[in-house]
């Protein structure tokens, strides 16, 4: 069983270490090797104290933790980013603004599938449907490259479904396809 808190600053090199590793470990394969090779814990722990001591950040970064409060997983959510569309314009439906985003998820490779995910949604699904980030979200989105098909089953036996949304990402001139899924909350969605 795994707690899910707020990270702290203090939890930067292990969530550095746990999102490059499961960069590495979940886009084997799917992402050129070359770029997931280029990836090191260093430059990620770098970049993460910059944007995580930034006075303006709008989103939450909570971690799973085992029973020694080591962090095993990591989750940030927040208001809904915006895409451009296939005309190179931002969504303007006006939906946007009702919507909270998952715009990370990853768990220690060799923990994958005891929990700490699960552990991880369900305390964003219940502090995005009580207004930890305003009002509230009714509806929750993120993106999942195309070629995840595990990430894809895990998001779609926790309630979420491809809307339609798409974009693609460029790695070493390769180009790979994000789709856009979507959750629908219930106000304690636990």
Same mark, same amino acid.
């Given at each position: 069983m *795994?707690? /899910?808190?707020e990270m702290n600053e203090a939890d930067i090199d292990a969530v550095s270490a746990i999102r490059v590793r499961g960069w590495q470990h979940a886009y084997a394969g799917i992402v050129p090797r070359a770029s997931l090779d280029t990836m090191t814990v260093e430059d990620d722990a770098e970049q993460r104290r910059k944007w995580f001591a930034h006075p303006r950040r709008r989103s939450t970064d %909570? /971690? +799973?933790v085992d029973a020694a409060d080591v962090p095993v997983g990591w989750i940030c959510?927040?208001?809904y980013r915006g895409r451009p569309s296939a005309a190179g314009r931002e969504e303007t439906s006006g939906w946007e603004e009702a919507v909270g985003e998952i715009h990370a998820l990853y768990v220690r490779p060799d923990l994958i599938g005891h929990g700490a995910g699960r552990a991880l949604l369900a305390e964003t699904h219940a502090r995005m449907s009580l207004g930890?980030?305003?009002?509230? *979200?009714? @509806?929750v989105v993120l993106w999942v490259l195309e070629d995840n =098909? =595990? +990430?894809r089953r895990f998001y779609e036996r926790s309630g979420y479904r491809a809307d339609g949304g798409t974009q693609d990402d460029v790695y070493d001139?390769? @180009?790979l396809t994000e789709l856009r899924y979507r959750h629908t %909350? =219930? =106000?304690y969605d636990r």
């Open positions: *795994f707690q /899910v808190r %909570l /971690v +799973a959510f927040g208001p930890e980030q305003g009002p509230g *979200f009714p @509806t =098909r =595990r +990430a001139d390769v @180009t %909350l =219930r =106000r």
